[in-house]
């Protein structure tokens, strides 16, 4: 079955700090997703991404976040100048299509100490 | 008010027994609708997909009132493996698309 990577499982940084965390997403997918879940809370969405260009993002994606498709099939989501409030679990998503089931990476799991 | 609602919980049940979690949605330009299972530190995970018809599978069913704005899922005969939290998630493609969490319902199975 096909499946959304993400890397790396576990991120240990110090605050201030920047952080990279990437994604594959399924290769036939339109629609790209990151969101991110605090400890005991939440799914919150940060960001969506269609055709190439950021097509929506939250009060949560401030200039701190930045996305990218460097090479048409990586998803990179960088996190600038970390705060010890960053620290969360990074869910990256796909979809195929409208309407349609939304495939979940297993999460980078950020820790800013 | 907030875009997905759900009772947090825990609803803690004996194996065996029948349990129900509701949602609720304030955006009346929602089009799609699911449920998701999240194990502890773990993805989302598709569970069903909800119809206005309603649909069923297995011991799960789930149900969608468009007029009331509320999605309910419904467990039959608990296993001691339903044990999760179930999110209730709706989508939206006003602007853009994306899908929007509730705050997800904790499930615990007691033997």
């Known amino acids: 079955e096909p499946e959304v990577t993400q890397t790396p499982s576990h991120q240990v940084t110090q605050m201030g700090q920047e952080v990279i965390l990437r994604c594959v997403p399924i290769?036939?997918?339109?629609?790209f997703y990151w969101y991110r879940q605090i400890l005991g809370q939440k799914v919150e969405f940060l960001v969506s991404?269609?055709?190439?260009?950021?097509?929506?993002k939250s009060e949560i994606f401030d200039d701190q976040f930045s996305v990218e498709r460097p090479d048409g099939s990586n998803f990179t989501l960088k996190i600038r100048s970390t705060k010890l409030e960053d620290s969360a679990m990074y869910f990256c998503?796909?979809?195929?299509?409208?309407?349609?089931?939304?495939?979940f990476g297993q999460g980078t799991r950020l820790t800013v100490v | 008010r907030k875009e997905v609602e759900q009772d947090p919980g825990p609803f803690n049940v004996p194996e065996g027994a029948t349990v129900a979690f509701n949602c609720t949605y304030s955006n009346s330009a929602s089009q799609s609708f699911f449920w998701y299972r999240q194990d502890c530190r773990k993805e989302p995970k598709l569970l069903m997909s909800?119809?206005?018809s309603g649909n069923e599978d297995g011991r799960f069913t789930a149900q969608l009132n468009r007029a009331s704005q509320y999605i309910s899922l419904l467990i039959r005969d608990s296993k001691l493996s339903d044990s999760a939290t179930y999110l209730c998630v709706v989508s939206r493609a006003s602007g853009t698309y994306k899908y929007i969490f509730g705050t997800g319902t904790r499930l615990k199975v007691l033997a």
């Open positions: 290769s036939n997918h339109l629609y």
């Open positions: 909800v119809y206005s």
């Open positions: 998503a796909s979809i195929a299509g409208l309407h349609t089931e939304a495939f």
């Open positions: 991404f269609y055709n190439n260009e950021i097509s929506e």
